[in-house]
């Protein structure tokens, strides 16, 4: 059984793995020499229970190569704090989310609802950390990272992308979508569009009817908003993935490799929510005959078929990176079955539902900072202040997370050993004027019809339990 797999209190969490490193609060100075590198995947929703499998058939060669050349555990969420985007938070900042400030996907002024942004967060994230300590970083989707904040480096928000979140900007021209500026005209053409998907783009995860193909392809550019639909979903977090994995690449070509660099891979939380059903039609209640027979054939493979996707971009990224970079892979949460059948093959416009989030989500550390074959209990809030340490920098005092010290090499220690957690800077703020009516609205009306904010326009289909924000 995976170390960890059965999940074990927080607490215990922390004893058995966490260390604080020397006294909080003593001052420190950032050492003089370059800093060791750490690299970043955020893969959004990724789990052991589809992954291992894959592993065992040799169709993750990236990851295969990460986890047997280091170390590899579940990292324990704490879904019960609410969505994404507070869980991506907490991992950034190493804190809770009454102390980071990113409670959900909106927050009420004057009564009615504005979307979060990276102004609402009251704590630095890794990346200001980094920063703090004269590093240098690239940033590429993290959620909740418009506007963009200046950094010594880069950072690519997640307003970049078209995703099935933000779409549809038509009354106002954002601004602060990337830093420096001039980066969102440069990176313009790795844009993939929802409508410019192809048919073969898809091979790899399955086969589609023709009447499938056309809800997927349907061109939606110009609608108001797009409802909640798996179909649709998967289209908008292959092209969202996509343009975020192309524009890193570049960035790492053509900017050179900062200290820290991360890039955001969504595909697996969006088939995880809506093509469960065929994965593990034996979880449905009703057992598999309540899952369309034509689903269990045809798209049994969208899941782990999306963990390939994720691995060959993983592997892309690998291949720029320096051979000296301390590589993690991180997940903010598990998946599993909701016990839904995904909706009926008779009404496409309503597919999905199927899959929820679970505590268990992935970690995977190698590299020089690494110790081979570590094993030890750990949780999201953790992943901060040992990345921190991994790049031989002071931890910090903010947040509840601790250092992963068995999982750091005896031999890299030696080298570049805990130093003493001091006291983050205050937050400089973008000073950006709040997107007001125009494209919170548009974005507002968006994440109701996909069921992510009360009021939405359709029902969340396949007897799902996420309209509440679980996403």
């Known amino acids: 059984m995976r ?5 074990a209190p927080l607490l215990l969490a922390a004893a058995a793995c966490g260390d604080s490193g020397p006294a909080q609060g003593a001052s ?7 800093h060791p590198k750490v690299a970043i ?15 065992a058939q040799g169709k993750l060669p990236a990851l295969d190569s990460l986890m047997k050349r280091g170390a590899h555990m579940v990292l324990h969420s704490d879904i019960g704090e609410g969505a994404s985007p507070v869980l991506w938070a907490s991992i950034a900042t190493g804190a809770r989310k009454a102390e980071h400030g990113i409670v959900g996907f909106t927050r009420k002024i004057d009564g009615r609802n504005v979307i979060l942004c990276s102004d609402d967060r009251k704590l630095p994230a890794l990346w200001n950390m980094v ?11 993290y959620w909740n990272s418009w506007p963009a904040e200046k950094v010594n480096g880069w950072i690519v928000s997640d307003l970049f992308a078209t995703s099935l979140f933000k779409r549809n900007y038509t009354s106002v021209e954002l601004k602060a979508i990337a830093y420096p500026p001039e980066l969102v005209d440069e990176l313009r053409p790795f844009v993939a569009a929802p409508a410019d998907i192809r048919r073969e783009d898809l ?11 056309a809800v997927l392809s349907a061109d939606d550019s110009q609608a108001e908003f797009v409802g909640q639909n798996g179909l649709v979903a998967l289209k908008y977090g292959l092209q969202a993935q996509k343009s975020f994995a192309q524009a890193a690449l570049h960035l790492l070509e053509t900017r050179g490799q900062p200290d820290l660099f991360f890039v955001f891979l969504e595909l697996p939380d969006r088939v995880g929510h809506n093509f469960w059903q065929a994965y593990e039609p034996d979880k449905v209640k009703g057992g598999a005959q309540a899952v369309d027979a034509g689903w269990r054939e045809r798209w049994g493979g969208i899941v782990p078929g999306a963990y390939e996707i994720v691995d060959d971009w993983i592997g892309q990224v690998l291949a720029r990176l320096d051979p000296d970079t301390t590589v993690f ?20 416009a309503h597919v999905g539902g199927s899959g929820t989030h679970d505590e268990a989500g992935v970690l995977i550390a190698a590299g020089p900072a690494i110790a081979p074959g570590a094993t030890c209990e750990a949780r999201l809030y953790d992943v901060a202040p040992t990345v921190l340490a991994a790049m031989g920098l002071p931890a910090t005092t903010q947040g509840i997370g601790r250092v992963l010290r068995p999982l750091l090499a005896p031999e890299f220690l030696a080298q570049h050993p805990l130093l003493p957690a001091i006291a983050e800077p205050p937050r400089q703020l973008t000073g950006h004027e709040s997107p007001g009516a125009g494209p919170d609205a548009e974005r507002l009306k968006q994440m109701q019809a996909i069921g992510y904010l009360p009021g939405a326009t359709q029902e969340v289909p396949g007897g799902d339990g996420d309209a509440d924000g679980n996403h």
């Open 329 to 348: 892979v991180v997940s903010d949460h598990g998946f599993r079955s909701t016990g839904g059948n995904g909706g009926s093959a008779e009404d496409l």
């Open 131 to 141: 920063d703090a300590r004269g590093g240098s970083v690239g940033i590429v989707g």
């Open 3 to 7: 170390i960890g797999l059965v999940l």
């Open 203 to 213: 091979d790899v995860l399955g086969q589609f009817t023709d009447a499938e193909w």
């Open 41 to 55: 995947f955020g893969v959004d929703g990724a789990t052991f229970r589809v992954m291992d499998p894959l592993l």
């Open 28 to 34: 420190s100075t950032t050492p003089a020499a370059r």
